[in-house]
T-cell receptor, first 116, second 116 residues
Framework: AQKVTQAQTEISVVEKEDVTLDCVYE???????LFWYKQPPSGELVFLIR??????QNEISGRYSWNFQKSTSSFNFTITASQVVDSAVYFC?????????????FGTGTRLQVFP | GAVVSQHPSWVICKSGTSVKIECRSL??????MFWYRQFPKQSLMLMAT?????????EQGVEKDKFLINHASLTLSTLTVTSAHPEDSSFYIC????????????FGDGTRLSIL
């Protein structure tokens, strides 16, 4: 069965601190996709990144970086030098590629609060 | 690009009424759209997958007669909550996937539904 676990329910940091949001997934498929979405207080979901299961290269985009490790089934997300605007709920999600469907299985989310 | 518009953003209505929520892909065609529900401080749960020109595929436990989905064109899917009751109060959010293949889903801004 597919499952996404975000063990950290809530994280509070002070501005400029680095913070890592953990994501562990379970799937029986060899081909799958992993995502991170940001949900600010206004409610909309903002797409941050998608990775396919064959690409384990880490990725950096500005202050954001992602560490994908198949050996531990983890896809962790790090924000460097956090800012107040980073405060949001962050969701990790999994999509399996079989059956030509891309249903997203979401984790329970991690609420990040960045204090000035 | 890849903008998804959802309307209305907020609905308050009396118990027993039906509520229609629209999801439009503004700058792309979406053969597949997805409807999610999110209870306060919880994750997004997929309700159904909406395919243009065919019947929606509902997730287990979602009443198809309660949540009517119509995907009549490549840019519009609607979700109608029939005979809504207070327990249907939730945040409903749609997503659309551009084109074929595994493009990431792009989400609308969501609809907050409050049934009195």
């Amino acid at each position: 069965a597919q499952k996404v676990t975000q063990a950290q329910t809530e994280i509070s940091v002070v501005e400029k601190e680095d913070v890592t949001l953990d994501c562990v997934y379970e799937t029986r498929d060899t081909t799958y996709y992993l995502f991170w979405y940001k949900q600010p207080p206004s409610g909309e979901l903002v797409f941050l990144i998608r990775r396919n299961s064959f690409d384990e290269q880490n990725e950096i985009s500005g202050r954001y970086s992602w560490n994908f490790q198949k050996s531990t089934s983890s896809f962790n997300f790090t924000i460097t030098a956090s800012q107040v605007v980073d405060s949001a709920v962050y969701f990790c999600a999994l999509s399996e590629a079989r059956h030509n469907t891309d249903k997203l299985i979401f984790g329970t989310g991690t609420r990040l609060q960045v204090f000035p | 690009g890849a903008v998804v518009s959802q309307h209305p953003s907020w609905v308050i209505c009396k118990s027993g009424t039906s509520v229609k929520i629209e999801c439009r892909s503004l700058d792309f065609q979406a053969t597949t759209m997805f409807w999610y529900r999110q209870f306060p401080k919880q994750s997004l749960m997929l309700m159904a997958t909406s395919n243009e020109g065919s019947k929606a595929t509902y997730e287990q436990g979602v009443e198809k007669d309660k949540f009517l989905i119509n995907h009549a064109s490549l840019t519009l899917s609607t979700l109608t909550v029939t005979s809504a009751h207070p327990e249907d109060s939730s945040f409903y959010i749609c997503s659309a996937r551009p084109g074929q293949g595994y493009q990431p889903q792009h989400f609308g801004d969501g609809t907050r539904l409050s049934i009195l």
